[in-house]
Each structure stands twice: as structure tokens, then as C-alpha cells.
């Protein structure tokens, strides 16, 4: 493949997917990785990390729900009563020994707290969860969790979000979840919620 077709289709894999890895790039491009690298320095692409760092840096809007550091993953794209995207990168407290698969609970966990973390309100809790692990995670694979509002019912009290989380291009998760929020009708005092329930 001619160098100048080659640095297309690697700025195009680069925008379609900001944290897919040099190795993968290689895989995808049947080239070497410092080829790839070489080319990314050509291009002025930075690495995966650095992608990942500015993307982070980028205004968006901040979770109101529960405080950031409970959300499971690192949020790098948040639009509130939208959409959102997180990153959890699997490491060796999140898997089996034996195996080195991921404990499911942490995919639902990512996907959970970015769905919560999306509603525009200072309550949000997950009523009820719909999911499906479409195949196992392992050691060292990063999880790209992308959260969606479908709708918003209810005098606004009940959104409906769905999340996908992928490893590279594959859907590994997939749930739907229900999330109660107050819509206004408690106000934080003390540490107490004052609402409204007549």
C-alpha cells in the first residue's frame, strides 16, 4: 500500500476510534509497529495515551449525579441528558487468578456508574438493569463504555439509558438501564434529602 494511502486510512482508524492501540493499527494495516509509529509522528498524531489525556482535558460537561471519583473508569466524553463515554482499562485486581478474565461486575459497574453519571440531576439511581456480557474480557484489554438517553419520561423522574461497551471494535456489554432521578423534587440540606411526597 503507497505511504500516502496508508497515512489516510490511519488518520481515518485514529478518528473513527481515538483509543484504538499501535498494535492494532498494525494488525488492521499489515505493517510494522514502527512503521505505525513512525507514520503517527509524520501525521502528528500522538500516542493512545496522549489521545486519551487531551480528550479528558476537553471541556465537557461536568457529572452532577455522584461524585467523579465514584464512577467506575475514566469519563472522557459527557454531554448531560445525552450521551457519555467512559475507559476502564482491566487490570490484574479486576480478573479471576486462575483465568485472568474480568469480573463481570466491573463491565457492569463501568457501564452503571456512566449511565447514572449522564442524568442531569443531583439524584440518580439505577431502578432496574437489563444486561447481556456478549463475550469475556481479559488482563490488560481497555473497555470503552459509551452511554446513550433514550428517553426521559415521566414528568422527567425516570430516564431510560443504553450502554454498549466495546474492546476495540467488539461489543463485549451491552445494557439497558432505568435510572430514577428527582427532577427537583428533593433538595439536598445537611446531607439529608428533603422531598415532597404527598
Do not use: W
Amino acid at each position: 500500500m503507497p505511504k500516502r494511502q496508508r497515512h489516510q486510512q490511519l488518520t481515518q482508524f485514529i478518528e473513527d476510534n481515538p483509543f484504538i492501540t499501535d498494535r492494532e493499527l498494525t494488525r488492521l494495516l499489515k505493517v510494522s509497529i514502527q512503521t505505525i509509529r513512525l507514520d503517527r509522528m509524520e501525521l502528528g498524531i500522538p500516542e493512545v495515551r496522549e489521545r486519551m489525556k487531551l480528550m479528558a482535558e476537553r471541556s465537557y460537561d461536568s457529572v452532577r449525579s455522584l461524585p467523579l471519583h465514584e464512577v467506575i473508569g475514566d469519563i472522557v466524553d459527557l454531554e448531560l441528558d445525552k450521551s457519555g463515554i467512559s475507559l476502564f482499562e482491566i487490570r490484574q485486581e479486576h480478573v479471576f487468578s486462575r483465568t485472568s478474565i474480568a469480573r463481570g461486575h466491573h463491565l457492569f459497574a463501568q457501564a452503571n456508574s456512566l449511565a447514572v453519571a449522564v442524568i442531569d440531576d443531583a439524584i440518580a439511581l439505577t431502578v432496574t438493569a437489563d444486561i447481556r456480557f456478549l463475550r469475556p474480557v481479559r488482563l490488560g484489554e481497555k473497555c470503552i463504555a459509551k452511554a446513550y438517553v433514550k428517553s426521559i419520561s415521566g414528568e422527567r423522574s425516570k430516564s431510560k439509558i443504553e450502554c454498549f461497551t466495546y474492546v476495540g471494535e467488539e461489543m463485549v456489554f451491552q445494557g439497558n438501564f432505568v435510572i430514577y432521578r428527582s427532577a427537583g423534587e428533593g433538595e439536598y440540606e445537611g446531607g439529608e434529602v428533603i422531598a415532597d411526597r404527598n
